[in-house]
């Protein structure tokens, strides 16, 4: 079933008039989980107090497994890495080398504060990345994220490609998207992926669907698609501070 979120207006969530454009920053080695977690709190404190503009961090992580505010411990089936509880919505999920994962910090007061309609930019955020190789991304009325229909697998089958997690503090969010590129997709294979239990879904990337693209290919194509949906960017060095 096609998920209404598909409906909203999601035209209100681009930068309104006169905004200041949004950080763009892309760190060449991956950050340690709690790390990330702490820069990203105290930007978007300072994005709350009108003291920082707001930011997308690009990166990957060491192979870890976090777990969301609807996190189940039986979820975990092989503590083959580190799990980080995290206040981020939804279930357990994977990070880890060849996934490109996006933390987005917006403040979501001056653009719209409607959480439906933010989670459903992210996704619109993913669809149009990946239309940029040419995969068909949807969203699904049960299941937060974005998916790819597998015929080959079976009538019905479909795969997960790309996971969406949010939390919002004084209306500025964080957490945000990871897009499968080219991960070791059997480390997903140690947990319930955010809670789907049915055999007719599983997890697949852009490598698995036979596309070749890096990570500094799917990071163009990011930036393109985030400008459609959310407005201008301004690039920072690779070595800046969050």
Request: proline share 7%; charged share 20%.
């Amino acid at each position: 079933m096609v998920n209404d979120r598909q409906n909203l207006d999601l035209t209100s969530l681009s930068l309104p008039a006169g905004g200041e454009a949004v950080e763009w920053l892309i760190s060449d080695m991956p950050v340690p989980y709690p790390e990330a977690v702490a820069a990203m709190e105290a930007r978007a404190a300072g994005i709350a107090a009108r003291q920082a503009p707001e930011l997308v961090w690009l990166l990957e992580h060491p192979p870890l497994y976090t777990s969301g505010t609807s996190g189940r411990a039986a979820d975990l089936l092989d503590p083959r890495f580190p799990l980080f509880a995290t206040g981020r919505g939804g279930q357990v999920t994977y990070h880890g080398p060849g996934q490109r994962v996006a933390y987005v910090m917006l403040d979501l007061k001056r653009r719209r504060p409607d959480v439906r309609a933010y989670v459903a930019s992210l996704e619109e955020w993913v669809i149009r990345t990946l239309a940029a190789f040419n995969v068909r991304g949807e969203r699904r009325e049960d299941r937060v994220g974005v998916w790819v229909s597998r015929p080959d697998k079976g009538a019905g089958f479909e795969d997960k490609i790309a996971a969406v997690g949010v939390r919002l503090k004084r209306w500025v969010s964080f957490h945000g998207i990871s897009i499968n590129v080219e991960p070791d997709l059997s480390h997903f294979q140690a947990i319930v992926p955010c809670g789907v239990t049915d055999p007719r879904y599983g997890v697949t990337s852009l490598a698995d669907l036979g596309h070749t693209a890096s990570i500094a290919d799917v990071d163009i194509a990011l930036r393109q698609a985030f400008q459609e949906v959310f407005g201008a960017v301004t690039a920072r060095l690779p070595q800046a501070a969050v």
